[in-house]
Structure formats: structure tokens, C-alpha cells
């Protein structure tokens, strides 16, 4: 592997100085093709533009997620096309807008899995390219064909989307079943006790976190009233299992072993991965290493717990020798929560630490806490490193990685090649970006962002924190990144030309 050429031939210098090449054939015609970097996404669940101290956090302190960056390119322009998980992850895999399938929604836990399997996805097009691809954490974008046996192999899945390993959560922590499944078969299942899962009614006789408060060691604030698991109350119901239920405490370190599992099996050959950090979404339950160690709770417990995964999982990077020549992201699914749904004291705790930084609302708001998210990716071979403010997108990536792996498709997508972008060679990302919020869609386009009127009855905070309400909101992002000045009424031009081509996007 030469190296120092896919540096330079990256870097955009074409003239590579001679002693450089002293000693090796010549280069091919097109060797970022062979060039085969291991590639590796992390992704965390709800964690927020401001939760990391390369991101000006300094409550927290975020050496492992740090290393990345300062090794990398920090994106101050990252996003994700959603401000919720599951519409969010459906694009990262399929490179499709989310409302090109309606139900790209909050998955339950028992949900069919939402993505046509015989379509492009990430993870194929890395098969197609001669990669051994895995899947670890967090999943969320469906199991099965809508009536899943647990007990049974579940399919279609993770492989039949293109991954040959996965050991991954079918939802998120806070939903039933509350169990693994490796390569599509719940770990540790005992046969003389089946697990059975239910999202509408509970099974007899079983404990709930609505029925039986003295249960649980932590307390929903709002929903979260299904089954207890673990002492703490869940979404959904479930039956059984017993031996395979999950133990919060420990999932970090699990799926952390995993990763580094995977990474080791595949040391020899181009892999890709896919590692969801179940953190810091809720129930908020660090291992007891972690605990206090914040001093804001266990939202800051857990996001430490998170950075030390991190730390450890690139530690095993340079055990490998494989840092140098592995791209590795790090991102999250959407914006960050403070109460979302668990009396785990994040509000009370949460002093001027600023979970979305300088950004308006957060976890499900079209404003740009939603789906502004930390971005970075390192790959020390052929990248410098720098902090980016080009706007790029997660949906970009399948795409882009097509074009550095030499690979086409045959579907069309929403996904743009934005390649050099996101190797820091290039200004040009994205032009522009429909948004979702939980509730509906705003549209970004250079410095603007458009959010339509949507109004919400039953919520007085939606405006603040959403973004719903009367009336379009124009912003310009770059003089007013906390999107405070509506600018509607002053521009009305440049107002009804992204209404226009919002109206046109979202029609096609
Ligand atoms: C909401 C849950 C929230 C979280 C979210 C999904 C309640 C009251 N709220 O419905 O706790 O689970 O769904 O988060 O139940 S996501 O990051 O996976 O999209
Ligand atoms: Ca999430």
C-alpha cells in the first residue's frame, strides 16, 4: 500500500516529488481505487453539538472523540437528514431521503425491518467492493417481516441489508425486546424460556412500570410504563427471555468487545463497520465506573462512558497497525435531550452546559440542534487536519464512498458524491438539504434555513425548541447560528424562492 501517494494524489498535488516514488513502481492510473481503507462509522444515539469538548464543551472533557477530530477533520456543517433515529439511520444506510419511505418513523421494537432489500445500502455497496462488513449497537431500522419469533432466526435483518456479522439492540435502550441478536438469533435465549414481545397489551400477570413504581430503580417522567427490564421501566411488553435479558451496566463494554472483535477477525482484509454507541440515549444507566464521574448525572456519565469506548476502540486501531489506513467517522443520529422520558436528573444537572452548543432546539426540532451533529472523520493516510465548516451530510456518504471505492449502482438516489468534501480537499459540499423534524420538514440551502409554518395544539414549548408555529422562519445561519432573528418579513425574495424549491424537493 503506497501510502504517501494517496496522500498527495488526495491533498490535489499532482506533481509527487520524486523521491517519494524513489525505489516503487509507478504509481496506476487510478490508485485510491486499490487504496482500500478500512472503514468504520461510529455512531452515537442523541449525542449533541455541544456534549463534546472539541466542540467547546467544557463541563465534560471528551479526550477519546477528541483524538479523532484533532487527527482528523471536525465538520462545524455535519448533519443528518432527521432529528429522530430511525429516519436518520434509514438514510445513512439507503442514501434516500427518509419520507421516501413512510415508515422511516420511531420504529418499536418489533417493527418489520423498513428497507428494500434488494436496493443499494452502505454496507452492500462495501460487499460489492470486496469488504467484510459488521454491524454492532444500536440498529432501529426494523427486524423481520412484522411477526417476528424471537425464538426463532429473525429475517430478513442486518445480513439481508448487507452486513456479514451483526450483534445489535433490534431498537433502542429504552424499548422492548431487551435482548441481543447475533447475526439474527437473540444471544443467550434459554428454549424453556421463550421470549415473546407485545407493543399493545401487556402479558398477565407480568410487572409493569405503570403497575409496579416499587420496582424500578429509575423512574420514567413521562411513557416508559411497559415492562421492567433490569429494574427500569420500558416501552413495549415483554415475556420470557429471562437469560438473555440485557444488563444496561454493561452493553457499553459488550458492544465495545464486539467492535474490537470484529476489527481483529477482519485485520487482514478490507472490513467496514458500523458501531452504534447506545449512548447518551435513554435510560441513562453507566457502568459503575462511570458513575458521578460527570458531575451532571447519568446523561454526562454516559457520554464519558462513550468517550472511554472510543478511546479504547481506536487504542486497538494502533494495536493493529491499522489506524493509519482506516477511515473512521464519528457522528450521531440526531440532536441531543435532556428529559426524554426518564427522571435522571439531565435537566436539573445539566448547569451552562450547553448539549446543543450554540445551536437552537435539539432532538426532534427543525431548528439546526436536530440535525446539526458532531461530524468528524480521521484517516491519517490521505487526510490533514483541519476543522471544516463545508456542509456535509451523513446521506452523502454511500455515495461519495461509491466514488473512492470505484463502485456503481444501478438506483437512484438522493445521495451525492460530496467525496472530496469530506477528505478536506475540497469547499464544495452540499447546496442544500431537506430537513425532518419529528413533526415535519424545514429545507437548509447555502446559509439559509427555511422553516415552514407547522402548529402544534397541544405544545407550548414546540416553538421554542421545535420550531413549530405560525408562519415561515427564515435564518441566515452564518450571521445567526442560534437561529434567533426571523428573517421572513425582510427577504420576502429570497423567502419564496426556497418555499418554491422546498415545495419542489418534498414533490419529488
Ligand atoms: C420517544 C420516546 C423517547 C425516545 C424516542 C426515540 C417517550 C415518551 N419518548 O417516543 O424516550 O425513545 O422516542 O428516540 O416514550 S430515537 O433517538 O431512537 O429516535
Ligand atoms: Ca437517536
Redesign the pocket.
Known amino acids: 500500500r503506497n501510502l504517501d501517494y494517496v496522500f498527495y494524489t488526495l491533498a490535489g498535488i499532482s506533481s509527487i516529488p520524486t523521491t517519494l516514488l524513489a525505489g516503487q513502481a509507478q504509481p496506476e492510473k487510478n490508485p485510491v481505487d486499490k487504496q482500500q481503507p478500512n472503514i468504520i462509522m461510529i455512531v452515537a ?2 449525542l449533541g453539538y455541544g456534549d463534546l469538548s472539541c466542540y467547546g464543551a467544557h463541563r465534560i472533557s471528551t479526550p477519546g472523540m477528541d483524538r479523532i477530530a484533532n487527527e482528523g477533520i471536525r465538520f462545524t456543517q455535519g448533519f443528518c437528514t432527521a432529528a ?3 429516519p436518520s439511520r434509514y438514510s445513512v444506510m439507503t442514501g434516500l431521503y427518509p419520507w421516501t419511505n413512510t415508515e422511516a418513523k ?1 420504529l418499536p421494537g418489533n417493527a418489520a425491518l423498513i428497507i428494500d432489500t434488494k436496493k443499494i445500502t452502505l454496507p452492500k455497496l462495501m460487499q460489492q467492493a470486496g469488504y467484510a462488513t459488521g454491524s454492532v449497537g444500536k440498529w ?1 431500522i426494523g427486524l423481520g417481516d412484522g411477526n417476528v419469533d424471537w425464538n426463532k432466526d429473525v429475517h430478513p435483518g442486518a445480513a439481508e441489508i448487507g452486513y456479514d456479522y451483526s450483534f445489535i439492540q433490534a431498537a ?1 435502550n ?1 424499548r422492548v425486546p431487551c435482548v441481543f441478536l447475533e447475526n439474527g438469533r437473540v444471544v443467550g435465549l434459554d428454549p424453556n424460556d421463550p421470549l415473546y414481545v407485545d407493543y399493545r397489551k401487556n402479558f398477565p400477570g407480568e410487572p409493569t412500570g405503570k403497575n409496579n413504581p416499587e420496582l424500578l430503580r429509575m423512574h420514567p417522567s ?3 410504563a411497559g415492562s421492567i427490564v433490569n429494574g427500569v421501566p420500558r ?1 413495549g411488553f415483554q415475556k420470557g427471555g429471562k437469560a438473555a435479558q440485557w444488563k444496561d451496566e454493561e452493553m457499553a463494554e459488550l458492544f465495545l468487545d464486539k467492535a474490537k472483535q470484529f476489527v481483529n477477525d477482519h485485520k487482514n482484509a478490507p472490513f467496514f463497520l458500523y458501531y452504534g454507541l447506545h449512548q447518551p ?2 435510560p441513562r444507566v453507566p457502568n459503575e465506573r462511570f458513575v458521578g464521574k460527570s458531575g451532571m448525572g447519568p446523561r454526562g456519565d454516559v457520554i464519558l462512558e462513550a468517550d472511554w469506548c472510543v478511546t479504547e476502540f481506536l487504542n486497538e486501531l494502533d494495536k493493529l497497525g491499522l489506524a493509519e489506513n482506516t477511515i473512521v467517522i464519528l457522528t450521531s ?2 440532536g441531543p435531550v435532556l428529559d ?2 426518564y427522571k435522571d436528573d439531565a435537566v436539573e444537572l445539566v448547569g451552562d452546559h450547553k448539549i446543543a452548543g450554540p445551536l437552537r432546539g435539539g ?1 426532534t426540532s427543525m431548528f439546526d440542534g436536530g440535525t446539526r451533529i458532531p461530524f468528524m472523520l480521521r484517516w491519517p493516510a490521505a487526510v490533514k487536519p483541519q476543522v471544516s465548516d463545508v456542509f456535509v451530510c451523513q446521506m452523502d456518504l454511500l455515495a461519495s464512498f461509491a466514488s473512492l471505492l470505484g463502485q456503481t449502482y444501478s438506483d437512484k438516489l438522493d445521495s451525492e458524491n460530496t467525496l472530496d468534501a469530506f477528505l478536506g480537499k475540497s469547499k464544495k459540499g452540499r447546496e442544500e438539504l431537506v430537513i425532518e423534524g419529528m413533526f415535519n420538514y424545514a429545507y437548509r440551502q447555502g446559509d439559509w434555513a427555511l422553516i415552514p409554518p407547522y402548529y402544534n395544539p397541544y405544545s407550548k414549548e414546540d416553538g421554542e425548541f421545535i420550531g413549530l408555529g405560525y408562519g415561515y422562519k427564515l435564518y441566515n445561519l452564518k450571521k445567526d447560528i442560534g437561529q434567533q432573528e426571523n428573517l421572513a418579513d425582510k427577504y420576502p425574495k429570497k423567502l419564496g424562492e426556497m418555499i418554491n424549491r422546498f415545495e419542489y424537493l418534498k414533490s419529488t
Open positions: 444515539d442523541d429522530t433515529s430511525t420511531i432501529h433502542t429504552d413521562v411513557g416508559h416501552i440515549h435513554v443520529d440526531n426524554d422520558g432532538k
